[in-house]
């Protein structure tokens, strides 16, 4: 399974943007999908993810301003954010699980995208 992440820009301060994560190769539907993202400096955190069934989670220092989505007919999965903050500056990685109801945690997920730069101005 190959992700492609993209969508990442230099934006503004309450602005919205929307990253995308295409998968291919062999088909991948139904498993767990989520979003993370490094600052310069920090460790890679989590963002978002979403299960089958979309259920879904997110990280404090985003609940209410993003919305992760998935379209499985596309094999792609979303992060919307709303109402950015300079610290939401960082790469975003994509992130697959190849099997259900996974964490929070890197050591959850098997595939991995190349990451997405987003850069929030003040």
């Known amino acids: 399974v190959q992700l492609q992440a993209s969508g990442g820009g230099l934006v503004r301060t309450g602005d919205s943007l929307r990253l995308s994560c295409a998968a291919s190769?062999?088909?991948?539907?139904?498993?767990?999908m989520a979003w993370f993202r490094q600052a310069p400096g920090r460790e890679r955190e989590f963002v978002a993810s979403?299960?089958?069934?979309?259920?879904?989670f997110y990280a404090d220092s985003v609940k209410g301003r993003a919305t992760i989505s998935r379209d499985d007919a596309l094999n792609t999965v979303f992060l919307q954010m709303n109402n950015v903050k300079p610290e939401d500056t960082a790469a975003y990685f994509c992130?697959?699980?190849?099997?259900?109801?996974?964490?929070?945690?890197?050591?959850?997920?098997?595939?991995w995208g190349q990451g997405t730069q987003v850069t929030v101005s003040s």
């Open positions: 979403i299960w089958s069934g979309d259920i879904t």
């Open positions: 190769g062999p088909p991948y539907t139904g498993y767990d």
């Open positions: 992130a697959a699980a190849n099997k259900n109801h996974s964490g929070k945690q890197q050591t959850d997920y098997t595939y």
